[in-house]
């Protein structure tokens, strides 16, 4: 059995409260992410999406509401988040399942995501291969995590948020590029977001300036923001 950082004798710290307050600031942190993919597909289109790292489901209920053809899969570790999850989708498949060793036979996904899962992992590039084979030639993945190459992390050094017991594979912002590119995919886009690792930054009167670039631009092609985002399309085999 692959050796994974979720203690389930613990309470899930994953485990987030639903309230419409506090759905509607979980679709404010997703904004950008959901831009991403309505640039992808239309609204009423028939695609296939999987989630790797469901939690507690908020992010795939919003893709229900939003793209209401498509066939929408997760996959979780933690069954109690599977649960969770469960309870707020309407059709979507929900699984539990390991990221780095999932698999779907001959089903291949149109667009895989996963938000803030893979640094969780001791073995990363095993999800990376799992994705490859899932996913659909010239198909996209996007992921995010926290980035070692911000100014969060090199500010606030050992105290910075980001270096947390189950965060195992933490790696820079050019590492993840180079990571993905090795094992056959284009890069579309990598970016990161602004300055939330950093806390003077979140307190009155700056915090707004912080959560405003958030909310309104969600990131930017630079590699000093808090969190790494990237949208990579699998090749095709005869692409070098």
């Not at 010239?138 to 017991?165: C, Q």
């Amino acid at each position: 059995m692959n050796k994974v950082t979720v203690d389930l004798q613990k309470p899930s710290f994953y485990a987030e409260a639903d309230s419409k307050f506090y759905r509607f600031k979980r679709r404010l942190t997703y904004k950008s992410i959901l831009r991403i993919i309505r640039k992808a597909f239309k609204k009423d289109q028939k695609f296939s999406l999987l989630e790797v790292g469901t939690g507690s489901g908020f992010f795939i209920t919003f893709m229900e509401m939003e793209f209401p053809n498509a066939r929408l899969t997760g996959i979780e570790y933690d069954p109690r988040l599977v649960g969770l999850t469960q309870k707020k989708v309407r059709n979507a498949e929900i699984m539990q399942g390991n990221a780095e060793s999932f698999s779907f036979e001959n089903i291949k996904f149109d667009i895989i995501v996963s938000f803030q899962v893979i640094e969780h992992l001791y073995y990363p590039e095993k999800m990376i291969e799992c994705v490859k084979e899932s996913l659909r030639e010239g198909g996209l993945f996007v992921f995010t995590t926290p980035n070692l190459s911000g100014l969060g992390a090199t500010i606030m050094k050992d105290k910075w948020h980001g270096y947390r017991e189950d965060h195992v594979s933490l790696k820079g912002y050019d590492d993840w590029k180079v990571m993905l590119e090795k094992h056959g995919f284009d890069v579309i886009y990598t970016g990161s977001t602004f300055f939330s690792g950093i806390p003077f930054l979140n307190k009155f009167p700056l915090g707004f300036l912080n959560w405003g670039l958030l909310f309104t631009l969600g990131h930017l092609r630079w590699k000093k923001g808090e969190s790494f985002i990237g949208v990579f399309k699998l090749k095709k085999k005869n692409e070098k």
